[in-house]
């Protein structure tokens, strides 16, 4: 999230760059190793959705990354800060109905719900198992795309060989409260009355100041931000903006219709998120917290991680970040993400 926050080609994506390499011609999947730099558009529940897979070789571990939003496609930011997971994974970006590229190729999908995508990813997951050759692939859910990451890891451990969440969403209901509470406390700190007006405006949900449920996230994020309480470091926010306008296939994008579209056509589901339920996951699980964030402040993570039960569990902090850790720390997050792969596979 910002500042708050062609043609279908089916299964046989587009070619590799690479040397040394055959291709089955009946089922047209790679079966030995080449370099993977793969854009395309792949059926999933009946809808073309775009898929961008990037890595030095096929036979490196697979990480499906589930972005944010919803309806905020984070492809070019993982282009911009996270090039380095793709010398030691093949990472896949899939952007979802009503996201990206997706939405800008079908700005009207038939199906766009919650249900339908658990059902996507799941499909997805599917085809990069059969095309990649792997029992397990890796799942990684950042924000928006953790509601959905969690419940796939839960639903499905036969597929997911660990889960990686990254600014988990767990009771959103909750986080907003906890969010409103930090802002009116820093307000009272610095004598700040035109902010602490606006909070108070915020909790009765004032017309005057926001309209709808949408409305009121978008200035709670606005406030948080100005607070340093969503982007930590302002020389993050500045190259966040470079990373969203920097590759061309992007600079036409418009991030705000897309996230408003996606809100809209999910409806109350994003707002009534609550994940609290899930008390266990028969797959390792790491969630990666960033000390300053306080849109979905890590307190609510960390109570929900010491009642899961699951063969591995870790909370991974990063200290010099807020919500948006895998661009303000990106060093760190690329190489805390490698590392942790690495030992499960050796």
Wanted: hydrophobic share 35%; glycine share 6%; charged share 25%.
């Amino acid at each position: 999230m910002k500042k708050i926050f062609y043609l279908l080609i089916p299964l046989a994506f587009t070619a590799c760059q690479g040397h040394n390499h055959t291709v089955n011609k009946e089922e047209k999947t790679v079966i030995t190793d080449t370099a993977v730099n793969e854009q395309s558009f792949i059926s999933l529940g009946g809808e073309e959705q775009y898929v961008e897979m990037t890595g030095t070789s096929s036979k490196n571990p697979v990480l499906l990354f589930l972005h944010g939003g919803p309806g905020w496609p984070q492809t070019p930011h993982l282009r911009y800060f996270n090039a380095d997971l793709g010398k030691s994974l093949t990472v896949v970006a899939w952007e979802q109905a009503g996201c990206g590229k997706s939405f800008m190729h079908n700005p009207d999908p038939k199906n766009l719900n919650v249900s339908q995508l658990i059902n996507d990813a799941h499909e997805l997951t599917l085809l990069l198992k059969k095309k990649f050759h792997q029992d397990k692939i890796y799942l990684a859910g950042f924000s928006w795309g953790s509601v959905l990451g969690l419940q796939l890891a839960e639903k499905y451990p036969e597929d997911y060989a660990a889960y990686f969440a990254i600014s988990q969403v767990i009771d959103i209901n909750r986080s907003i409260t906890l969010s409103r509470e930090w802002l009116k406390q820093e307000a009272i700190k610095k004598g700040d009355k035109k902010m602490l007006k606006q909070v108070a405006q915020l909790e009765k949900m004032d017309t005057s100041l926001c309209k709808t449920t949408l409305d009121c996230f978008f200035k709670k994020y606005e406030f948080l931000t100005e607070y340093g309480g969503a982007v930590h470091k302002k020389e993050s926010e500045a190259a966040i903006k470079i990373a969203e306008t920097k590759y061309e296939d992007y600079k036409n994008y418009d991030w705000i219709k897309g996230f408003m579209y996606s809100c809209s056509r999910l409806g109350d589901a994003v707002f009534a998120t609550n994940l609290t339920h899930i008390t266990e996951l028969k797959i390792p699980a790491y969630f990666f917290c960033g000390r300053f964030d306080r849109s979905l402040p890590p307190i609510v993570t960390e109570e929900f991680v010491n009642r899961l039960t699951a063969p591995k569990k870790e909370m991974v902090w990063f200290e010099e970040s807020g919500h948006e850790l895998l661009e303000e720390e990106a060093g760190k997050f690329n190489q805390a993400v490698i590392t942790r792969i690495a030992r499960m596979d050796n």
